[in-house]
């Protein structure tokens, strides 16, 4: 593939799904410390520019499956800002009902299939996935996310294996922020790049700068057209890294303040609004309107969690079995 250009729209695009996640991660913070938010909450803050590269690669066809930390992935992917705040709430307008929270968001309509709240439980199922759409005889793919403490389940090399063996269009995202939970990559393997798992599988296997939203985008694109094209799977271990801790439970004292500093430096935000600036498209005051278009669109989105109402008793329910199936194979 050729050297990608980027437009002005795709910069602008950028600028405004990450600002989005970052303040909406920045205000659940702050409502699981008033006990609004109650149960696990992971947030996403730091690593915004490995969604936002992969949405402007793919097309709204193509399915997305992730780990638990997963409300900027349900961001990107469409569902509302109001549903995703709800589901934080456990409120019934919530994506999953209000019954998933933080770790299980979902919407069949926006082809989000979760939010898995056990670690690396959703590589099969994006091995799944794919295989769906490739039975289906469709060109759309699966992107799979898992972080890098996921790498390290065997339930990965079943799934690299089988992917490989059938050809399956699926893109294989490890979101490797250097820490699983509170253990560093070097404390858990001898093997420190982590796309070269990959290649014991002979699937195509790239590490990734995630901090910039131009080289996801590139590699997600170059995956989505070998997938597309009948190649199969592509492994891409994304370099990115989170500010907070691995919860809203971690103090992470097991990290220097001048390492996190060090990537603040990098901040795929501020890269973005560099190159907006550099470019002449906007003025700083008018990417702050921007910012404090989002800042409302995420004050609301609390307005409606707190208005509406929780899950009936009788949800207990629902939702537990699929009572009848969607298709029949002949």
Known sequence: MAKLTFSKETYFKWFEEMTLM?????????????????????????????????????????NIITAYRDHAH??????????????LYGKVTGCSGGKGGSMH?????????????????????GAGIAFAEQYLGTKNLCVCYFGDGAARQGALHETFNMAMLWKLPVIFVCENNEYAMGTSVERTTNLLDLYKIGHGYGMPSFQVDGMQCE?????????AERAR???????????????RGHSMSDPAKYRTKEELEAYKMQDPIERVRKTILSKKWATAEAL??????????????????EN???????????????????????
Do not use: W
């Not at 299939?113 to 199922?125: E, R, S």
């Not at 009788?314 to 009572?323: I, K, S």
């Open 22 to 62: 970052r303040k909406f991660e920045e205000k659940s913070a702050q409502l699981y410390g008033q006990q609004k938010i109650r149960g696990f909450c992971h947030l996403y803050i730091g690593q915004e520019a490995v969604v936002a590269g992969t949405m402007s690669a793919i097309t709204k066809d193509d």
């Open 308 to 330: 509406s109402e929780y899950p009936s008793a009788d949800a207990l329910y629902t939702d537990v079995y699929q009572e009848e199936y969607p298709f029949i194979i002949e």
């Open 215 to 223: 080289t996801v985008h590139t590699a997600i694109a170059e995956a």
């Open 288 to 305: 702050e309107q921007i910012e404090e278009k989002t800042e409302q669109l995420v004050l609301a989105s609390v307005e409606f969690a």
């Open 105 to 125: 968001m979902f919407s069949k309509e926006h082809k989000f299939f979760g939010g898995h709240g056990i670690v690396g439980g959703q590589i099969p199922l």
């Open 74 to 87: 349900a961001l990107a992917c469409g569902i509302s800002a109001n549903e995703v705040m709800a589901e």
């Open 229 to 243: 094209s009948g190649e199969g799977p592509t492994f891409l271990e994304i370099k990115t890294y989170r500010y």
